[in-house]
């Protein structure tokens, strides 16, 4: 039982460096976002008051590939939330896990004492 617990807390804490590096991972895509939606901002900017076709034509080819980069962030963002989310589950009923060996152990250690305690008495009673 011991061996199991030891072996369920190795396991918590790798679920959980896991889950630290998905979040950080998450947390990227989301910065990468936040970039291209900067990037559309300036572009647009720029635009402001230009007329030049040429200029035109360059802006819209990088809005169209910034979409595109959007897009996918957008779906890397959504797949990582759902693995977060997945993870997220496994590593709380890995916890109960845990939490519940822990006081099995707790009540397996309480009921040795109380049997050495019997013991004791009992060879003080006969004694």
Same mark, same amino acid.
């Given at each position: 039982?011991?061996?199991?617990?030891?072996? +369920?807390?190795? #396991? #918590?804490?790798?679920?959980?460096?896991?889950?630290?590096?998905?979040?950080?991972? +998450? $947390? @990227?895509?989301?910065?990468?976002?936040?970039? !291209?939606?900067? @990037?559309?901002?300036?572009?647009? =900017? /720029? +635009?402001? *008051?230009?007329? =030049?076709?040429?200029? %035109?034509? #360059?802006?819209?080819?990088?809005? /169209?590939?910034?979409?595109? &980069?959007?897009?996918?962030?957008?779906?890397?963002?959504?797949?990582?939330?759902?693995? +977060?989310?997945?993870?997220? $589950?496994?590593?709380?009923? %890995?916890?109960? !896990?845990?939490?519940? $060996?822990? &006081?099995? !152990?707790?009540?397996?250690? @309480?009921?040795?004492?109380?049997?050495? !305690? *019997?013991?004791? #008495? $009992?060879?003080?009673?006969?004694?």
């Amino acid at each position: 039982m011991r061996q199991r617990h030891k072996s +369920l807390k190795r #396991l #918590l804490h790798v679920k959980n460096q896991l889950h630290q590096k998905e979040e950080a991972e +998450l $947390a @990227e895509i989301q910065r990468q976002k936040g970039e !291209i939606e900067a @990037e559309r901002r300036a572009v647009f =900017d /720029i +635009l402001g *008051g230009r007329d =030049d076709p040429f200029i %035109l034509g #360059l802006a819209c080819r990088h809005l /169209i590939q910034t979409q595109r &980069r959007e897009s996918e962030l957008h779906e890397r963002e959504q797949e990582q939330k759902t693995q +977060l989310m997945r993870r997220t $589950a496994q590593k709380k009923s %890995l916890e109960k !896990i845990v939490e519940e $060996a822990g &006081r099995r !152990i707790a009540r397996e250690d @309480e009921k040795l004492e109380l049997l050495e !305690i *019997g013991e004791r #008495l $009992a060879a003080k009673a006969i004694r």
